[in-house]
């Protein structure tokens, strides 16, 4: 018996932003309750030969899927309504962000491992809803995130940049 799709790819989703942060040296924190948030990503520095996690942090809601179109050098993604208000509405200490992982349709095309590599296909986009409009859709918000917001180490070490600045996403 196998896990069903959704388990699936929210299992690799995850498994693609604990890698990126990771590389970008940065400490993963998975929330117990998914209540509008499923994780946060921390700052971490040296103080007295030890590191520990500090207070500058990102919070991140996280989609995986293959229903995606490109437009004009943007993703479009019908985002659930919930979602689209727990970020647009957002009012925490940290800024919050979707994390959107595209996938390939084909579940044998999502991980392709060797002795020397491991690969998982595709990319994750972020992008920032805090302090849009809430909306009274009945299921779905598009929304458009432009292609060159990829989640990647580089990305999120710019966006951790502008949060230690007190800067908006």
Not at 103 to 123: A, G, K, T, Y
Request: contains cysteine; proline residues 3%.
């Amino acid at each position: 018996m196998s896990l069903p799709i959704t388990l699936k790819k929210e299992s690799l989703s995850e498994a693609y932003v604990r890698a990126i942060v990771a590389k970008a040296g940065y400490n993963f924190g998975k929330y117990d309750h998914d209540m509008g948030i499923d994780g946060v990503i921390k700052d971490v520095k040296e103080i007295n030969g030890a590191f520990r996690a500090v207070g500058f942090g990102i919070e991140f809601q996280l989609k995986s899927t293959w229903d995606v179109t490109f437009e004009n050098g943007e993703l479009v993604y019908d985002l659930e309504v919930k979602n689209y208000n727990d970020l647009a509405s957002w009012e925490g200490g940290n800024p919050a962000i979707l994390i959107l992982f595209v996938m390939p349709r084909d579940e044998n095309l999502w991980v392709d491992f060797s002795n020397e590599r491991l690969v998982i296909r595709q990319c994750a986009w972020w992008c920032s809803l805090q302090g849009l409009k809430v909306t009274d859709n009945g299921y779905k918000k598009r929304i458009r995130i432009p292609e060159t917001q990829v989640f990647s180490p580089e990305e999120l070490e710019k966006l951790m940049d502008t949060v230690r600045r007190c800067g908006t996403l």
